[in-house]
């Protein structure tokens, strides 16, 4: 079988802007429709949704029968070993981390998402017969996972921010996202990411990044905003959340009829 590939992790080092959209409702169905809709990127949610790891296999699934260059993505709730290890072996290849605020919590991220051995401190448990390896088929797995996990951190904090260019160093870091709320909220803004504090936090991370040729994302909550933070050089855009867009859709449309 032909050597694994992550077409994402590429990406993030293209110019090109790359939108997605978060998966909330844990549904294989919504993330199956929704890979039909042209986005670059589908992220799994597992901090503030009710996935488990059974939910994320069923929506890597869903996704990859649309047999469409959508990329999934999973959101991790936290950096636990025996989590990330069951995500990867699910067949994830791209990783979201919140709230990282050190360099060394950074690196040990990356660490998790690794296997051991060629000069590196991987901690990556090695398993054959699981999906992300076609369930032993796909032979050249673990000689080749290690260099195509991506992985993305996200930066909520106001000691993440402190520490940026050094997280921003850190190798094995493909993408820092900021999560304009927990930002806010840590910053003594709860509820305001507008604040001028916080637009401040937010452009020294996009500055840092840009200077670490590392990209950025964040997090939009509607198409107006996305192209504000894609003029703003911002690379990897989620465009709100599934469960956003129909309850947006479908008031719109119950306010029209009864109108």
């Not at 909330?24 to 169905?29: K, Q, R």
């Not at 072996?89 to 919140?98: E, H, K, V």
């Not at 999560?179 to 840092?208: C, F, M, Q, Y």
Request: net charge negative; charged share 20%; with cysteine.
């Amino acid at each position: 079988m032909s050597t694994f590939t992550n077409p994402l992790k590429l990406r993030l080092k293209e110019p090109d802007p790359l939108f997605g959209l978060w998966l909330s409702l844990g549904s294989d169905s919504a993330a199956e429709a929704l890979a039909h809709a042209g986005f670059d990127w589908l992220l799994i949610d597992m901090e503030h949704s009710p996935n488990d790891s059974v939910d994320v296999t069923g929506q890597l699934r869903a996704i990859a029968a649309a047999h469409l260059p959508t990329e999934p993505v999973v959101r991790l709730p936290a950096s636990d070993a025996w989590l990330v290890k069951r995500v990867l072996d699910a067949g994830a290849r791209t990783l979201m981390f919140p709230n990282i605020e050190t360099a060394e919590e950074a690196a040990q991220a990356v660490r998790l998402t690794r296997y051991p051995g060629a000069g590196g401190d991987g901690l990556r448990g090695v398993a054959g017969a699981v999906r992300a390896a076609a369930y032993g088929m796909r032979r050249d797995y673990v000689q080749n996972a290690n260099a195509q996990i991506a992985t993305i951190v996200q930066i909520e904090s106001a000691l993440a921010v402190d520490n940026i260019e050094q997280i921003a160093a850190t190798p094995g870091i493909d993408c820092l996202f900021i999560g304009p709320a927990d930002l806010a909220a840590s910053l003594g803004h709860l509820g305001d990411p507008k604040h001028p504090e916080v637009v401040a936090a937010i452009a020294r991370v996009a500055e840092v990044a840009h200077r670490a040729n590392v990209a950025t994302g964040i997090f939009a909550m509607d198409a107006l905003g996305a192209r504000q933070y894609r003029a703003e050089g911002f690379r990897f855009i989620a465009l709100a959340a599934d469960v956003m867009w129909m309850l947006r859709a479908t008031r719109q449309a119950l306010q029209e009829v009864r109108s």
